[in-house]
């Protein structure tokens, strides 16, 4: 195992957590597994960038040991924590408050401990929204928007964001049709102004579909590794969209490769993965987050 990597057991005392170490741990990214997280990469040099005295540490949590984890943090008086897959659905119940948008999503990422309860804010969604500004120079706002793998995590967080910011259009693809079946009733009750489509992966409707779009997303697992064809065939793109793969490793997956060999404007998951954890920082410690120290940090390890 990674020796950076923290596990329940050392949560014990402070003795055991901070043996070693010049500055006490403060904060945490809880998952499982857990040692490939990017986040300390960001955090660490944001934090001594702020002249804050603390170390940013990655925990192990076992599925079904979030809430456990979260009171051990708070015990030892951590700031607060980023929470990551498989925990961010069961740690929106270990928190005594949730903002409106985690609440929506049903997924929490980011904890701040405050008054000796846990808060609960979900900052998938926003960091998307500021990438697509950031990358594409356009915002979300009256925009047909296809997602295709809708029915995960981080397809609900984006689908709702689209969402929220006045999206014209959202289309939401999924090999299981049923699940963004219900994510889209559940939208459109709460944004009656975006008109929303729901289709299946291999719906043979879905390369015109496409092209009827000016945004095409992916926020499904497909393209994580190195073997992975694109989740979508080729025909779906064409030289006037804006295509986003929410994967950041490897960069460029076949998805954004077949949209580059239609000439479409492409970007990564890096973006994303960047944003969010900048509104993370800026939930522990308003308006300190350092964008451009945060975004060298994350370039060093990906
Ligand atoms: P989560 O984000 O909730 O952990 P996941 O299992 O990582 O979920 O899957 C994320 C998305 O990738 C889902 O939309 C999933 O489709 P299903 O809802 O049909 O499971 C999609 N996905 C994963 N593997 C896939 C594959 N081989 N082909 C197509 N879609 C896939």
């Known amino acids: 195992?990674?020796?950076?990597?923290?596990?329940?057991?050392?949560?014990?005392s402070r003795k055991m957590l901070d043996a070693g170490h010049d500055k006490p741990a403060i904060l945490a990214v809880l998952g499982?597994?857990?040692g490939h997280s990017a986040s300390p990469a960001m955090h660490q040099p944001a934090l001594d960038a702020c002249g804050i005295d603390g170390r940013y540490i990655r925990l192990e949590v076992p599925v079904g040991r979030v809430a456990e984890a979260?009171?051990?943090?708070?015990?030892?008086?951590?700031v607060g924590a980023n929470i990551t897959v498989p925990h961010k659905f069961a740690a929106l119940d270990a928190c005594h408050q949730v903002d409106d948008e985690a609440r929506l999503i049903g997924a929490v990422n980011t904890?701040?401990?405050v008054?000796?309860?846990v808060h609960g804010w979900n900052t998938d969604?926003?960091?998307?929204?500021?990438?697509i500004r950031e990358e594409f120079m356009v915002d979300l706002s009256g925009q047909r928007v296809m997602i295709i793998g809708a029915g995960g995590g981080a397809g609900q967080a984006v689908a709702t964001q689209c969402a929220r910011d006045g999206a014209a259009r959202l289309v939401l693809v999924n090999r299981t049709l049923e699940k963004v079946e219900i994510l889209a009733s559940l939208l459109r009750r709460r944004?009656?102004?975006?008109k929303f489509h729901c289709l299946a992966l291999n719906d043979p409707q879905l390369e015109g579909v496409a092209r009827q779009c000016q945004i095409l997303v992916n926020t499904s697992s497909v393209g994580l590794r190195a073997d992975d064809g694109s989740?979508?065939?080729a025909n779906c793109f064409a030289s006037h969209h804006l295509v986003y793969d929410t994967i950041y490793k490897p960069p460029l997956t076949s998805f954004l490769r077949q949209a580059l060999l239609q000439q479409a404007s492409v970007a990564n998951g890096f973006s994303m993965l960047l944003h969010q954890g900048v509104l993370a920082f800026d939930i522990w410690y308003p308006g300190r987050a350092p964008l451009e120290i945060m975004r060298q940090g994350l370039r060093s390890v990906s």
């Open 125 to 131: 969604g926003l960091g998307f929204a500021r990438a």
């Open 231 to 233: 989740p979508v065939d």
């Open 191 to 194: 944004f009656p102004a975006t």
């Open 70 to 78: 979260l009171l051990g943090l708070r015990e030892l008086g951590f």
């Open 32 to 34: 499982f597994p857990v």
């Open 111 to 113: 904890v701040k401990f």
């Open 115 to 117: 008054d000796g309860e």
């Open 1 to 12: 195992m990674n020796a950076d990597v923290f596990v329940l057991e050392d949560l014990v």
